[in-house]
């Protein structure tokens, strides 16, 4: 019974979303997203432009109605308690606006004033989140002359102003060159470390499998996968893929290890950006029906077939390689 004393009471999800619906005229935007985020999560929210992350953050941040389906922040229903969402969240769009002759100080203290933090505290907020995102040196420049790199640190600082539990990062990185990407990922390391609930969106994998605690890949409006990062690799370990060189006749080598009834799958391996394979080689890709069975029987195959083997070894998963399976046919 929730409130009795000795009985532990489970804390609302920090972010919840149920059937989710979004439409503009014909277009569906968004379509039926489920979404649960637990106090302290990172999630990854993954997909290419137009996918509906932004609308989805929108919604959260209650500055967009669903079409149908509801949203909660912090355990209440983002409509109808708009004060609330405001302070439990903070929302860092993609685009910062245009503020001319304002300094970077002043553009905080003006947010510090709209979140009504007194007047006595702005000084000093203000200062805490310029140490935070690395900007103290920057106080006195103009909003308009930061790098863009400056500029997304800016605007992480202002969602941090009223110290929200909740972040929902719009493509913090994007349009960064790599020194001020690695930049932005310790800062939200560090937010991470300070306790933060974090829905970023991104649609670039790699810049947030690393830190994400969970991921999920939006396709125009659909979310096709979603998980903890172990869950997600759990699953593709499910199917794991054998890595197999051979020298001569790939066509054959192919003919050869479909024969044998244990291989779901044989075929060419997609090429290694940055690596050549050696003079002479091929190397394919075979899956087993049983995940379980040893690789070993397709080199007795492979020699009883003739055929000359350089290597045989389970490849190594990757997030990427993960996600790209995972997906496999149902992105269109
Ligand atoms: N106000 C609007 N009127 C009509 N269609 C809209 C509107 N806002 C968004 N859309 C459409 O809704 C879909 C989802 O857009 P959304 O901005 O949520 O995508 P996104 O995943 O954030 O993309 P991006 O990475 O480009 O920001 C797109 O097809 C977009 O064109």
Same mark, same amino acid.
């Given at each position: 019974?929730?409130?009795?004393?000795?009985?532990?009471?489970?804390?609302?999800?920090?972010?919840?979303?149920?059937?989710?619906?979004?439409?503009?005229?014909?277009?569906?935007?968004?379509?039926?997203?489920?979404?649960?985020?637990?106090?302290?999560?990172?999630?990854?929210?993954?997909?290419?432009?137009?996918?509906?992350?932004?609308?989805?953050?929108?919604?959260?941040?209650?500055?967009?109605?669903?079409?149908?389906?509801?949203?909660?922040?912090?355990?209440?229903?983002?409509?109808?308690?708009?004060?609330?969402?405001?302070?439990?969240?903070?929302?860092?769009?993609?685009?910062?606006?245009?503020?001319?002759?304002?300094?970077?100080?002043?553009?905080?203290?003006?947010?510090?004033?709209?979140?009504?933090?007194?007047?006595?505290?702005?000084?000093?907020?203000?200062?805490?989140?310029?140490?935070? =995102?690395?900007?103290?040196?920057?106080?006195? $420049?103009?909003?308009?002359?930061? *790098?863009? #790199?400056?500029?997304? &640190?800016?605007? @992480?600082?202002?969602?941090?102003?009223?110290?929200?539990?909740?972040?929902?990062?719009?493509?913090?990185?994007?349009?960064?060159?790599?020194?001020?990407?690695?930049?932005?990922?310790?800062?939200?390391?560090?937010?991470?470390?300070?306790?933060?609930?974090?829905?970023?969106?991104?649609?670039?994998?790699?810049?947030?499998?690393?830190?994400?605690?969970?991921?999920?890949?939006?396709?125009?409006?659909?979310?096709?996968?979603?998980?903890?990062?172990?869950?997600?690799?759990?699953?593709?370990?499910?199917?794991?893929?054998?890595?197999? =060189?051979?020298?001569?006749?790939?066509?054959? $080598?192919?003919?050869?290890?479909? *024969?044998? #009834?244990?291989?779901? &799958?044989?075929? @060419?391996?997609?090429?290694?950006?940055?690596?050549?394979?050696?003079?002479?080689?091929?190397?394919?890709?075979?899956?087993?029906?049983?995940?379980?069975?040893?690789?070993?029987?397709?080199?007795?195959?492979?020699?009883?077939?003739?055929?000359?083997?350089?290597?045989?070894?389970?490849?190594?998963?990757?997030?990427?390689?993960?996600?790209?399976?995972?997906?496999?046919?149902?992105?269109?």
């Amino acid at each position: 019974m929730p409130g009795q004393p000795g009985v532990a009471v489970s804390a609302p999800p920090a972010i919840s979303t149920q059937n989710l619906t979004k439409r503009y005229g014909a277009l569906c935007a968004l379509d039926s997203l489920n979404l649960e985020l637990a106090a302290g999560d990172v999630f990854g929210f993954i997909g290419p432009n137009g996918a509906g992350k932004s609308t989805t953050m929108k919604i959260l941040a209650g500055l967009l109605e669903p079409s149908s389906g509801s949203a909660m922040v912090m355990g209440k229903a983002v409509a109808g308690n708009g004060d609330f969402v405001r302070r439990q969240v903070g929302y860092m769009p993609d685009f910062i606006g245009v503020y001319e002759d304002l300094k970077v100080s002043e553009y905080l203290e003006f947010f510090a004033s709209a979140y009504a933090i007194p007047r006595k505290q702005r000084k000093s907020t203000v200062e805490q989140v310029l140490e935070l =995102t690395d900007l103290k040196y920057k106080r006195d $420049a103009l909003v308009d002359s930061l *790098s863009r #790199g400056m500029t997304q &640190r800016l605007s @992480l600082a202002r969602v941090l102003i009223h110290d929200p539990p909740v972040l929902l990062l719009d493509e913090p990185a994007s349009g960064l060159d790599p020194r001020a990407r690695i930049e932005i990922r310790e800062l939200l390391k560090e937010l991470q470390r300070l306790g933060k609930t974090i829905l970023i969106s991104s649609h670039i994998l790699s810049e947030l499998g690393e830190f994400c605690n969970k991921l999920g890949i939006i396709e125009r409006g659909k979310m096709i996968v979603q998980g903890t990062v172990e869950e997600l690799m759990d699953r593709a370990r499910a199917h794991p893929i054998i890595s197999v =060189t051979i020298m001569g006749d790939a066509e054959r $080598a192919i003919g050869v290890l479909k *024969s044998d #009834g244990r291989v779901d &799958r044989a075929e @060419l391996a997609a090429p290694v950006p940055g690596s050549m394979p050696a003079p002479g080689t091929t190397t394919l890709s075979v899956v087993l029906h049983d995940p379980d069975q040893h690789h070993g029987f397709l080199a007795e195959r492979l020699v009883a077939g003739g055929i000359s083997i350089d290597s045989i070894h389970p490849e190594k998963l990757k997030l990427e390689d993960v996600f790209l399976r995972l997906t496999k046919g149902m992105v269109q």
